[in-house]
């Protein structure tokens, strides 16, 4: 199948009348109510808000790793809803970056191999090369051949952003990613996060509970329950 082509001149991430239920029976919860929501090519964005507000879970759903119930979700232009989950699993593979607060990496593979696999399946050329690059470019060139039960919670996070800078994604989302890290090392992370927004051009879309953090952002958008409370520029 051909991959999906990935346009500049239309928004980042387009997501009109997004509803989501989580659960089953009487445990479902309406979590994301009526999103409408434009994020422009290069653009930083905070999501913030109270827990359970939706915050996650609207990320996921930009991400593509959740599909809401009703509405529509594009990245650079490609509709989600028009792919199957073979075609988007490759789409989110080559265009979106994901960075999580419990790192994700794969205990059985060395930090190169971890950055290296997913460029593999995205099906581009020289991954250990790239990935060995990426690694060094976060400060891990000498950690690239260590597990990550041999690295720190702040080594095993760079890992994780150089994992997902790797293939150039169009989108980089990040949750909560210095939840699990003490403040100097946060800070070390988010301006790795930053540094690879600003010099790729990169739309960056960053889950936080930290409102200085948010407004580094050029938008700051926040969630309660469930729906776009506000939207403001700092």
Do not use: W
Request: proline share 5%; hydrophobic share 45%; aromatic share 2%.
């Amino acid at each position: 199948m051909t991959q999906p082509s990935v346009s500049t001149s239309v928004p980042a991430i387009a997501l009109k009348g997004v509803n989501l239920s989580l659960g089953e029976g009487a445990a479902r919860v309406h979590i994301l109510k009526d999103i409408d929501l434009n994020i422009g090519v290069g653009e930083a964005v905070g999501l913030v808000g109270p827990s359970g507000s939706g915050k996650s879970t609207l990320l996921m759903v930009m991400a593509g790793l959740e599909r809401p119930d009703r509405g529509s979700v594009a990245v650079s232009g490609q509709s989600f809803n028009a792919l199957d989950e073979d075609a988007l699993a490759r789409f989110r593979g080559r265009n979106v970056g994901i960075v999580f607060q419990s790192f994700h990496l794969i205990p059985t593979m060395t930090a190169l191999e971890n950055v290296a696999v997913p460029l593999e399946m995205a099906g581009i050329a020289g991954a250990d090369a790239q990935a060995a690059r990426e690694l060094a470019a976060v400060g891990l060139g000498e950690r690239m051949h260590h597990y990550p039960a041999q690295m720190s919670g702040g080594e095993q996070q760079r890992v994780a952003v150089a994992r997902a800078l790797a293939p150039h994604p169009a989108i980089l989302v990040a949750d909560e990613p210095t939840g699990n890290l003490d403040d100097a090392t946060g800070r070390s992370i988010i301006e790795l996060l930053f540094a690879g927004h600003k010099a790729r051009g990169t739309t960056l879309v960053l889950v936080t509970h930290d409102n200085a953090l948010a407004e580094r952002c050029d938008r700051v958008v926040r969630l309660r329950s469930g729906r776009i409370d506000s939207e403001n520029r700092p």
